[in-house]
């Protein structure tokens, strides 16, 4: 009965893409203080297939009085030059990867106005910098931040829309890029020491989770950070939000951004 009841005060939290490698840490790691809502593919009781709407709408026909989503779902194939990618798998990953995310998102937070305060997303290879035969994974992702920026300003002081880059985690997608084979250069002996090594550590990704996902950061929203460089913590956390500049993607013009700010 106790448990039951303690569970029951926990805050909601959805994580989409629990199965995989990153997911199912923050689902486990983060389940001792909230209510962890897990969902994949695998899953019986919260399936997605982020492939066919009528599956996310009947999921989210039963989610109510929310609180946070941690959005680790993605795919990364076709990996090949934008003119030799298979067109329908390159639509594909957009459509996965952005255009239903962004149709979940728009009606969990219709659903849950009152409620919803936190919303982190993950970014990848190629949103920062141009990664050749990788364009889709890198769109799908740069828009994804841009769409982050945007809600930041339209929910600013309701809910805070932020993105981490992880850095390079030993995941299937790692192992997608070993699989194709040598023709990938770096890319291919960087994910070999990868699978070897492990990558970089989760338990960074978790530490930011955690402080996102508290009351301590409230007001910082549309930034994107880096696990592996930016340096974020509750000690630094309010000089971090008073500066809007921080964590960003801005064109230097004196207009929009100035770096002496």
């Avoid at 983060?30 to 962890?36: A, F, H, R, W």
């Amino acid at each position: 009965w106790f448990k039951n009841y303690f569970k029951s005060q926990m805050k909601k939290i959805i994580i989409l893409g629990s199965s995989g490698e990153l997911g199912s840490y923050l689902s486990l790691k983060l389940s001792k203080s909230y209510d962890i809502i897990a969902v994949n593919r695998n899953e019986t009781k919260n399936y997605i297939d982020f492939s066919d709407r009528k599956s996310i709408q009947n999921f989210l026909k039963q989610s109510k009085n929310i609180f946070g989503l941690i959005n680790c779902y993605g795919i990364q194939k076709p990996i090949d030059n934008f003119s030799e990618s298979d067109f329908e798998e390159w639509e594909k990953n957009v459509h996965i990867n952005f255009i239903n995310y962004a149709f979940f998102l728009h009606n969990l937070i219709n659903k849950n106005q009152s409620s919803l305060k936190k919303v982190i997303s993950f970014s990848g290879g190629g949103a920062t910098f141009p990664r050749k035969k990788f364009s889709a994974y890198a769109v799908s992702k740069i828009s994804l931040y841009k769409l982050n920026e945007i809600l930041a300003l339209e929910f600013e002081d309701q809910i805070d829309f932020n993105i981490i880059a992880p850095g390079v985690i030993k995941s299937k997608m790692i192992q997608e890029i070993a699989d194709y084979g040598e023709s990938l250069g770096e890319e291919y002996k960087d994910a070999l020491n990868t699978l070897n090594d492990g990558g970089q550590s989760k338990s960074k990704v978790l530490d930011i989770c955690s402080l996102l996902l508290s009351d301590k950061s409230d007001g910082l929203t549309g930034r994107l950070i880096a696990a592996q460089w930016d340096e974020i913590s509750s000690k630094n956390i309010h000089h971090i939000i008073n500066n809007k500049s921080l964590f960003t993607l801005k064109r230097i013009d004196n207009k929009y951004f100035n770096g002496k700010k």
